[in-house]
T-cell receptor
Framework: DQQVKQNSPSLSVQEGRISILNCDYTNSMFDYFLWYKKYPAEGPTFLISISSIKDKNEDGRFTVFLNKSAKHLSLHIVPSQPGDSAVYFCAASAIQGAQKLVFGQGTRLTINP | NAGVTQTPKFRILKIGQSMTLQCTQDMNHNYMYWYRQDPGMGLKLIYYSVGAGITDKGEVPNGYNVSRSTTEDFPLRLELAAPPQTSVYFC???????????????FGPGTRLTVL
């Protein structure tokens, strides 16, 4: 049973445009959500997070939106840059339970010049 | 700070062999985690620790063991390696308080393990 799903395995975006990555979850106990970026042969790097008491969090070019009623979150990157090309993982955790992360399958983002 | 370091980077094992994957963090984090990532999949939690001397199972613990004798180190032991354990293994750490403040997990570079 996949509790966190990223239904798009890949996404291709023109440089300078907006990239939107989506993530759905099923477990109502999740109250903290994170996005990680991963380059080949490296570990995941933290990008941005949001807790369930908010519906939006912004950090520079990156914004995460949370829709709790739909159990859906999205990551917006604007403007997209070539260095943003990577695999992006959505992850979720519940404060009860040592903040164990449950990951989605990842979306490979390619930014075209 | 080196952050989270893992050794070795690569390893090939024969079926039935054993090995220990090393993980060390220098950020004084109390929580540590082991994940595995199979091709095309997300990371799955193997074991975690909320402090020295305290460990617990994650989603996929079978075939693995851990120990946490110090704050810094969290080794993962594979006994009787089998082909399904072929994967990339990531160690992570984070800092958490009793008040339940959320903090992100920091990941090591990974160990790529192949069991033949």
């Amino acid at each position: 049973d996949q509790q966190v799903k990223q239904n798009s395995p890949s996404l291709s975006v023109q440089e300078g445009r907006i990239s939107i990555l989506n993530c759905d979850y099923t477990n109502s106990m999740f109250d903290y959500f994170l996005w990680y970026k991963k380059y080949p042969a490296e570990g995941p790097t933290f990008l941005i997070s949001i807790s369930s008491i908010k519906d939006k969090n912004e950090d520079g070019r990156f914004t995460v939106f949370l829709n709790k009623s739909a159990k859906h979150l999205s990551l917006h990157i604007v403007p997209s840059q070539p260095g943003d090309s990577a695999v992006y993982f959505c992850a979720a955790s519940a404060i009860q339970g040592a903040q164990k992360l449950v990951f989605g399958q990842g979306t490979r983002l390619t930014i075209n010049p | 700070n080196a952050g989270v370091t893992q050794t070795p980077k690569f390893r090939i094992l024969k079926i039935g062999q054993s090995m220990t994957l090393q993980c060390t963090q220098d950020m004084n984090h109390n929580y540590m985690y082991w994940y595995r990532q199979d091709p095309g999949m997300g990371l799955k939690l193997i074991y975690y620790s909320v402090g020295a001397g305290i460990t617990d199972k994650g989603e996929v613990p079978n075939g693995y063991n851990v120990s946490r004798s110090t704050t810094e180190d969290f080794p993962l032991r594979l006994e009787l390696a089998a082909p399904p354990q072929t994967s990339v293994y990531f160690c992570a750490s984070s800092y958490s308080t009793l008040g339940g403040v959320y903090n992100e997990q920091f990941f090591g570079p990974g160990t790529r393990l192949t069991v033949l």
